[in-house]
């Protein structure tokens, strides 16, 4: 009998190969995260060193966003034919040669075809990883363990913000390497997707490794069963083309999906995450490392608590609190921007600023920076999930490119409308939430994915 590891979500156990094979999965979050957090830490030693322009760098710094929409447009195909352990390993080698270019740049070019090539391997690594992690989990802890996901993005994007402080470029880029070696050799002792397996009718092949997932002496029959009928009824469909999602069995899924995307991007986090430090200085800060550095130890932290908060509480109420608490966020950094227009005390600028932006951070990583990746691995069929998962992923990706982009101009234009306009997205999405998305934990995906097309 495999080990078992005590899980306190439920009174049954998780065997060890899901969490090993979550463990190997999130490798692909963690150089997510570290290559979203390098280009800070990294500028000031990039520019010296190859004498780079500040638009060079700017090129270099928006580039991945460009990679990744790329990557996220070809991700739930290249899923679909070539299997979940096979595609995250295409991803690592992009990730592997774009690293390997920027450690031995001698110039902008090699700089920008690396940042672009680590792009394309997170935007194929921002589908396949939750998915995978959704399709190999019981049913009472896949939302927890697909959280991970967020969380180890978190911890790389912070663990390069902090080595970034004492590393050189080059060090700091070796680090993103490291987590692709260590897939790639995982992912040759890990099941593949037995959803996937069942899709192609390798149904021996499905039954050894859904077994090996739930452990030797579960009765693995019934779950069994109804992967199989659910997929049997599926393959008798064609798969879902971009112009199929947007029919009356998928139109619930998708509007879900597309929407909980626009909305956790237009809701203002990249804005944040990126113009953090020009925030609290424009707020009344003398530098912004402060104001980092509390970023940073809030986010890991709620990020973990919710992880643990996922099969308690249920996705709905997470998002709900979440919505509500970026909103919250948003109103008080308006509001300290406008305190500084009427010349109110700086002290309190500084504090509703301090204020809004920890708010804002601990209540997205609580729910909205997780959870939509969650819900979006478990509501499309998977006849639809590469070409929905595809789309999905790459609104995500355009979402955090138009926010960055404009976030600047709208500053100019006003700072206390801009975070009111942000404060107002994500009140908006609290009634989104309460309308139209559903609470899918402890159910089967098969279940959740059939009451969605019956809508």
Not at 168 to 184: K, M, N
Not at 247 to 252: A, M, V
């Amino acid at each position: 009998m495999e080990p078992l590891l005590e899980t306190r979500k439920s009174s049954q156990t998780v065997p060890l190969v899901v969490v090993t094979s979550t463990a190997v999965a999130v490798a692909g979050s963690f150089v997510f995260g570290i290559s979203v957090g390098y280009s800070s830490p990294a500028q000031t030693g990039i520019m010296l060193d190859l004498g780079l322009s500040l638009a060079e760098y700017s090129l270099f710094g928006s580039i991945l966003t460009i990679g990744a929409m790329l990557g996220a447009i070809v991700s739930g195909t290249i899923t679909e034919k070539v299997g979940r352990r096979f595609a995250m390993s295409i991803a690592d080698v992009f990730c592997i040669v774009g690293w390997l270019s920027i450690v031995f740049s001698k110039n902008y070019w090699y700089l920008d075809v690396g940042r672009f090539l680590v792009g394309c391997g997170i935007g194929l690594f921002s589908y396949m990883v939750p998915v995978y992690i959704s399709e190999i989990t019981p049913k009472d802890v896949r939302g927890s363990f697909a959280t991970v996901n967020q969380l180890m993005i978190c911890c790389g994007a912070s663990l390069a913000y902090l080595l970034g402080t004492f590393l050189s470029w080059r060090a700091l880029a070796i680090l993103g390497v490291a987590p692709c070696l260590f897939q790639l050799l995982g992912l040759l002792f890990i099941p593949e997707s037995p959803r996937w397996l069942s899709k192609l009718g390798r149904y021996q092949e499905f039954e050894v490794a859904l077994q090996k997932l739930r452990g030797d002496a579960v009765d693995i029959f019934e779950e069994a069963e109804e992967i199989k009928e659910f997929t049997k009824k599926l393959v008798h469909q064609k798969e879902a083309s971009l112009i199929d999602l947007f029919q009356k069995e998928y139109i619930h899924a998708v509007t879900v999906g597309v929407g909980l995307m626009v909305l956790q991007q237009f809701g203002g986090v990249n804005a944040i995450c990126f113009y953090a430090s020009e925030i609290f200085v424009s707020a009344g800060f003398s530098s912004g490392n402060s104001g980092m550095i509390a970023i940073v130890i809030v986010k890991v932290p709620m990020t973990t608590l919710g992880v643990l908060l996922m099969e308690k509480a249920g996705r709905r109420p997470l998002l709900l609190v979440s919505a509500a608490g970026t909103c919250l966020g948003c109103f008080l950094v308006g509001l300290s921007f406008l305190s500084q227009d009427f010349q109110w005390a700086k002290d309190l600028n500084i504090i509703l600023a301090l204020t809004g932006i920890l708010v804002y951070t601990g209540s997205y990583s609580l729910g909205m920076g997780g959870i939509p990746w969650v819900i979006m691995s478990e509501i499309f069929p998977i006849n639809m999930k590469g070409s929905a998962g595809s789309l999905v992923t790459f609104v995500s990706w355009l979402g955090s490119w138009i926010v960055s982009y404009t976030f600047n101009f709208l500053m100019l234009w006003s700072s206390v409308g801009t975070f009111f306009l942000f404060a107002s997205i994500c009140g908006f999405t609290v009634l989104f939430v309460a309308r139209l998305v559903p609470e899918t934990k402890g159910r089967t995906l098969e279940e959740i994915q059939a009451s969605m097309s019956s809508l």
